[in-house]
């Protein structure tokens, strides 16, 4: 029996820590256990799974995880917050709590070396500010790494979703679109967090699929990167300085079957992979 934290739990660990929630590494922290247990549902946790989660903070969505029977590897970049975890895991999480292990880190400069075991998910409450360069980077560094559900703000929720022709595609979209699909799942009310943010929330769902072939990510993500720098532009103009010029920009369109004078908001990844080849 896993004992999950409620307000009162969450407030009384950030008062023995003196932790006091900063705007900086985006503190929310989740004080509702009927939300965790939905988010560690729709992750479609089973036991035995090795979830990664990024900053567990004071551990309400840790002890959700173990509840499930996961086997929980923890990245926080915190260090009193990642040394209190286990201790918080041992006091009410009795009979899992050697299933959690604790990195401390920055889950932006983890590699798999890193690691004490192979996640083969990602479950966490994601810092606004970094969502996607986290999820992008997992992604890229850690090949086990088949699903996620990541609970961010609903703005970068619908960047991340979005498909071609939504005026909030762009980069995100494409980027994480190469690795597979994913999806919004659900919202999540402010006051489930504390401190209660001032923006919503909401849950992605993605999943690794099969990237397309006969070209490296690298280059198919510099493509991207130029194309969205200038919005308003067409790719013949925005892809002008990735190209060398605005005529061979041209060029590489026309020879990768796209008109030039459309907007890269209106290419879906394999579009942008023909481009890339060319």
Same mark, same amino acid.
């Given at each position: 029996?896993?004992?999950? !934290?409620?307000?009162?739990?969450?407030?009384?660990? *950030?008062?023995?820590?003196?932790?006091?929630?900063?705007?900086?590494?985006?503190?929310?922290?989740?004080?509702?256990?009927?939300?965790?247990?939905?988010?560690?549902? !729709?992750?479609?946790?089973?036991?035995?799974?090795? &979830?990664?989660?990024?900053?567990?903070?004071?551990?309400?969505?840790?002890?959700?995880?173990?509840?499930?029977?996961?086997?929980?590897?923890?990245?926080?970049?915190?260090?009193?917050?990642?040394?209190?975890?286990?201790?918080?895991?041992?006091? @009410?999480?009795?009979?899992?709590?050697?299933? %959690?292990?604790?990195?401390?880190?920055?889950? !932006? @400069?983890?590699?798999?070396?890193?690691?004490?075991?192979?996640? /083969?998910?990602?479950?966490?409450?994601?810092?606004?500010?970094?969502?996607?360069? &986290?999820?992008?980077?997992?992604? *890229?560094?850690?090949?086990?790494? %088949?699903? =996620? $559900?990541?609970?961010?703000?609903?703005?970068?929720?619908?960047? $991340?979703?979005?498909?071609?022709?939504?005026?909030?595609?762009?980069?995100?979209?494409?980027?994480?679109?190469?690795?597979?699909?994913?999806?919004?799942?659900?919202?999540?009310?402010?006051?489930?967090?504390?401190?209660?943010?001032?923006?919503?929330?909401?849950?992605?769902?993605?999943?690794?699929?099969?990237?397309?072939? =006969? +070209?490296?990510?690298? @280059?198919?993500?510099? &493509? /991207?990167?130029?194309?969205?720098?200038?919005?308003?532009?067409?790719?013949?103009?925005?892809?002008? =300085?990735?190209?060398?010029?605005?005529?061979? *920009?041209?060029? %590489? !369109?026309?020879?990768?079957?796209?008109?030039?004078?459309?907007?890269?908001?209106?290419?879906?990844?394999?579009?942008? +992979?023909?481009?890339?080849?060319?």
């Amino acid at each position: 029996m896993v004992e999950l !934290l409620g307000p009162a739990e969450i407030r009384g660990l *950030a008062e023995e820590l003196d932790v006091r929630p900063t705007k900086k590494l985006g503190q929310n922290f989740v004080h509702d256990p009927n939300t965790v247990r939905r988010i560690v549902e !729709l992750a479609g946790v089973k036991p035995g799974d090795v &979830v990664l989660e990024v900053g567990p903070g004071l551990g309400s969505l840790t002890l959700g995880l173990l509840d499930a029977g996961a086997h929980v590897v923890a990245v926080e970049i915190d260090p009193k917050l990642a040394a209190r975890l286990p201790r918080t895991a041992a006091e @009410r999480a009795v009979s899992v709590a050697d299933q %959690l292990s604790v990195v401390g880190a920055d889950a !932006l @400069r983890i590699s798999a070396a890193d690691l004490p075991a192979e996640p /083969v998910s990602l479950v966490a409450n994601l810092p606004y500010n970094v969502a996607v360069p &986290v999820v992008l980077h997992l992604l *890229a560094e850690l090949p086990s790494l %088949l699903r =996620g $559900m990541v609970m961010v703000q609903t703005e970068v929720a619908d960047r $991340m979703a979005a498909g071609p022709g939504s005026r909030i595609y762009g980069v995100p979209s494409v980027k994480l679109a190469w690795y597979g699909p994913a999806r919004k799942v659900g919202a999540v009310p402010r006051s489930v967090f504390w401190p209660v943010p001032n923006v919503d929330s909401s849950l992605v769902a993605f999943e690794r699929g099969t990237p397309p072939e =006969g +070209v490296d990510r690298k @280059r198919l993500f510099e &493509v /991207v990167d130029a194309a969205f720098s200038q919005r308003r532009k067409t790719l013949r103009a925005a892809l002008a =300085g990735w190209a060398g010029s605005a005529d061979r *920009a041209g060029e %590489l !369109l026309v020879a990768a079957g796209i008109d030039p004078k459309t907007r890269g908001e209106q290419l879906d990844v394999h579009d942008f +992979v023909r481009l890339a080849q060319a």
